[in-house]
């Protein structure tokens, strides 16, 4: 199997476990009777785990190797899953999810995808880079639509074979373990080509690089801040009280808003072929906050799944092509660099968040952490286009002569 086929089917299994996780993390905290506000210390607690690995992998991932980086990471988050099993009080769950960087944002996005990123433009010509990164994108989230299905696991184990609600919530979690490790071991099969050649103890940027790369990074932190008031599990856990739907249900629209997402991102190549990639990422993402900003006022849970489902359909456009653009204005040999630094202020931003939205939650509104998010985001990209507008990758200017 070639190293780009490893990377795509270690990133699908890695992506169901994350589906199955951000859709029932909030849900089965909430069956361990843990309140809104301890629901979020849990989420910024395995995010903050998240941040620390992305930072680890950023500075030291070409050095310890990429491939042997994988397989640490991989291990460890399987193992955490499993850990969660057996923990129930709010500092061991805090801590578990911090060790095993539990995921409840629903989307990949801790440091594996940092070395993976890099990996992946050494794998096919500059011209297919962003096809490549589209069908990448492809993959996770159609494993983030299959792990929200996953989801209903416990619905079906209580009404298949009679057991209690905590115990089909573990078997769940297992399941998710499972997922994780076997994960892991496809790195196994990477050849020594996707490690470089000269790692070194500093990065040294070229002063363009530098400079788009500083910049992104500032505005990432923004996007990430809002991002992180808009996790899976908090959402899953707003359709779950605000509409009184079950498990099963909340699985089946994650379920289509992860193929919504992954439709979109063959539609983000296409158009970001014709209109360039920073129009891509701000054209389509605006409206998508303004669309999550009407879910809150829907009058039934068929009317605000609509809406959310439009807004899924539109929100994950910017994915490929950002981690595209990123890629196209870095040398190679800043690549795991700038895919480190760009995912650990996204990881940063959305560590803090969740803890100011599970009190927000509780103490204001439980729509209160979706208008903040989508409100921020929409600033976001009018600073985005501002910024980059003119700054367009190799082969847009090539394209333009």
Request: proline share 4%.
């Amino acid at each position: 199997m070639s190293d780009r086929l490893i990377i795509y089917a270690a990133a699908l299994l890695r992506a169901l476990a994350t589906g199955l996780m951000g859709v029932l993390l909030g849900i089965y905290l909430d069956k361990l009777a843990f309140t809104s506000a301890d629901i979020g210390l849990v989420i910024g607690s395995g995010l903050t785990g998240a941040a620390l690995s992305t930072l680890i992998v950023t500075f030291l991932g070409d050095r310890l190797g990429r491939r042997r980086s994988l397989l640490v990471i991989g291990v460890a988050c399987a193992a955490g899953g499993l850990a969660l099993i057996v923990t129930s009080s709010l500092p061991a769950v805090c801590v578990v999810a911090f060790i095993g960087m539990v995921n409840g944002m629903g989307r990949d996005r801790g440091a594996s995808l940092v070395l993976e990123q890099a990996i992946l433009p050494g794998t096919i010509l500059p011209e297919q880079r962003t096809r490549a990164f589209a069908w990448y994108n492809v993959l996770q989230d159609m494993g983030h639509a299959f792990g929200g299905v996953l989801a209903a696991l416990p619905v079906l184990l209580r009404e298949s074979f009679d057991v209690d609600v905590l115990a089909s919530f573990h078997a769940t979690v297992a399941v998710y373990a499972g997922l994780l490790l076997l994960s892991a071991l496809l790195y196994v099969g990477l050849s020594p080509a996707v490690e470089t050649y000269k790692p070194s103890a500093t990065v040294k940027l070229a002063p363009q690089s530098h400079r788009v790369l500083w910049k992104l990074s500032a505005l990432f932190a923004l996007d990430s801040l809002a991002g992180g008031f808009l996790g899976t599990a908090l959402l899953a856990y707003f359709f779950y009280v605000r509409f009184a739907v079950d498990e099963a249900t909340i699985a089946i629209l994650f379920f289509c808003a992860r193929t919504a997402n992954a439709a979109s991102h063959f539609g983000a190549a296409w158009l970001a072929a014709r209109i360039g990639l920073v129009n891509t990422m701000v054209f389509t993402h605006i409206p998508s906050s303004i669309l999550l900003m009407t879910v809150p006022f829907a009058p039934s849970f068929a009317v605000a799944a609509l809406l959310f489902l439009l807004r899924e359909g539109l929100v994950e456009m910017d994915v490929p092509t950002r981690q595209s653009y990123v890629m196209a204005m870095v040398r190679p040999e800043e690549r795991t660099f700038a895919s480190g630094i760009t995912h650990l202020v996204r990881m940063g931003g959305w560590a803090v968040a969740p803890f100011f939205a599970g009190f927000l939650m509780q103490g204001f509104a439980l729509a209160t952490p979706l208008l903040i998010g989508a409100g921020m985001k929409i600033v976001y990209d009018v600073v985005l286009y501002k910024a980059f507008r003119h700054v367009k990758p190799p082969e847009e200017l090539m394209a333009a002569k």
